[in-house]
C-alpha cells in the first residue's frame, strides 16, 4: 500500500507565494519521476511539473520562471515552491509519483489534491 499526502494549499493574494509539499509512505522499493499536476474548474487536469529522481525538471510553459520543483530523495518527499502566483493559478494541485513496490511492479499514485487559490 502506497500513499500520497499533500499539503500546503491554501489562499494567497495574487503576487505572493505557497510551498506545496507531497510524502510518499508505504511498501516503496524505489521511486522514479515525481511531479505535479492541476485541475481548474471546468478545465482538463494538466501537467505543472515533474522532476526525475536525478533531479531532471520539466516546468509548463505558465509556470516557467515562477514555479520550482525539488525532491527529497531520503524522505520520499516533493516540493512545489509557487511564486508569484496568479488569478491563473487557482486549482487543485495533484501530485503523482511513478513509484516500483517490487523488482517487477511500478505504476503510477496520485495524491487526494489541494486547493490553491488566488485573491485579487
Known amino acids: 500500500q502506497v500513499q500520497l499526502v499533500e499539503s500546503g494549499g491554501g489562499l494567497v493574494q495574487g503576487g505572493g507565494s505557497l510551498r506545496l509539499s507531497c510524502a510518499a509512505s508505504?511498501?516503496?522499493?524505489?521511486?522514479?519521476?515525481m511531479g505535479w499536476y492541476r485541475q481548474a474548474p471546468g478545465k482538463q487536469r494538466e501537467l505543472v511539473a515533474t522532476?526525475?529522481?536525478?533531479?531532471?525538471?520539466n516546468y509548463a510553459d505558465s509556470v516557467r520562471g515562477r514555479f520550482t520543483i525539488s525532491r527529497d530523495n531520503a524522505k520520499n518527499t516533493v516540493y512545489l515552491q509557487m511564486n508569484r502566483l496568479k488569478l491563473e493559478d487557482i486549482a487543485i494541485y495533484y501530485c503523482?509519483?511513478?513509484?516500483?513496490?517490487?523488482?517487477?511492479?511500478?505504476?503510477?499514485?496520485w495524491g487526494q489534491g489541494t486547493q490553491v487559490t488566488v485573491s485579487s
Open positions: 503523482y509519483a511513478n513509484i516500483r513496490t517490487s523488482v517487477l511492479v511500478l505504476r503510477d499514485y
Open positions: 508505504g511498501n516503496i522499493f524505489s521511486i522514479n519521476a
Open positions: 522532476i526525475t529522481s536525478s533531479g531532471n525538471t
